[in-house]
């Protein structure tokens, strides 16, 4: 059976919109590991969040999988994680009730109080009819990666490395800084199969390079500093791709080299010939 979660605009766990969700203990039973979610928010309170949701409304704006669920171990009072997988954005809100009907079948009372739960077990049926009100919000290919996308690609995937704000969520600060820093440091070359974007493509691509960030942006502490030259490398845009592929299980650059079979690229020799 599925279940619709509970988005706050302020949160004050680290938790992260299609990454973790937070709830508390008395939810316990009613989230389980592979069951699928509906993202739900209740009506705007501040109105600074504004730009941060697709309606002031309560509505739904997302679906998802979970696939751990385990405790907040700061929490004092048994409250859990879960984790989720497979966050499908949607590109516009759905409302709580299309043509006057509710889509979940609300008890008749009292009725504020079911809106406020956290989680909300629903039957597969209501799901799938919220699901095919919804219109998933296209995600950026990696065909379409662009020097700025190549830090949007990061993002999509772990997060941006930087300072953890007090709401929504996580989110992290854009830092272009440590991105030039680590191309400093290391260099324009993939770190794991020596793609040079410049020698392949020519003056087009000179300069491009993709930043990868070596650990999980969800492992840093609030507030860590991140060192370029120990927490980044550069890759190529596939080398990147490939240790991103299975999101639960980032590949080192090590592991990456080990993996490495074949040479794809171009020797030096066979340039002009
Ligand atoms: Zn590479
Ligand atoms: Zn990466």
Same mark, same amino acid.
């Given at each position: 059976m599925p279940a619709v979660i509970a988005e706050s605009d302020?949160?004050?766990? $680290?938790d992260e919109t299609g990454v973790r969700y937070h709830f508390p203990k008395q939810f316990k039973g009613a989230l389980s590991e592979g069951m699928e979610v509906l993202y739900y928010k209740c009506r705007m309170k501040e109105k600074e969040f504004k730009n941060l949701r &697709? $309606?002031?409304?309560?509505h739904y704006f997302g679906v998802g999988r979970v696939v751990r669920i385990y405790a907040d171990l700061d929490s004092t009072t048994g409250d859990l994680f879960a984790d989720i997988e497979g966050f499908k954005p949607f590109e516009f809100a759905v409302p709580t009730k299309v043509d006057g009907q509710y889509f979940e079948p609300v008890p008749p009372t009292p009725k504020t109080n079911y809106w406020r739960s956290s989680v909300r077990k629903i039957n597969q049926d209501v799901f799938d009819r919220v699901r095919s009100h919804a219109v998933l919000k296209e995600q950026p290919s990696l065909s379409s990666v662009s020097e700025d996308g190549a830090q949007e690609f990061e993002t999509r995937i772990t997060g941006i490395e930087g300072k953890k704000i007090a709401y929504y969520g996580v989110r992290y600060e854009r830092n272009p800084k440590l991105r030039s820093r680590a191309i400093d440091i /290391? =260099? &324009?070359?993939? !770190?794991?199969? !020596?793609?040079d974007f410049e020698k392949a493509? =020519?003056? /087009?691509? +000179?300069g491009f390079i993709h930043v990868h960030h070596? +650990?999980?942006?969800?492992?840093?502490?609030?507030?860590q500093v991140v060192d370029p030259a120990t927490d980044m490398i550069t890759l190529c845009a596939n080398c990147h791709a490939v240790v991103h592929k299975k999101p639960q299980q980032l590949l080192s650059v090590e592991q990456l080299k080990g993996v490495l $079979? =074949?040479?794809?690229v171009f020797d030096d020799s066979t340039i002009g010939k």
């Open positions: 302020v949160s004050k766990w $680290s &697709l $309606s002031t409304k309560p /290391h =260099g &324009l070359r993939c !770190n794991a199969c !020596n793609f493509y =020519g003056e /087009h691509a +000179k070596v +650990k999980p942006i969800s492992e840093y502490e609030e507030d $079979s =074949g040479r794809w």
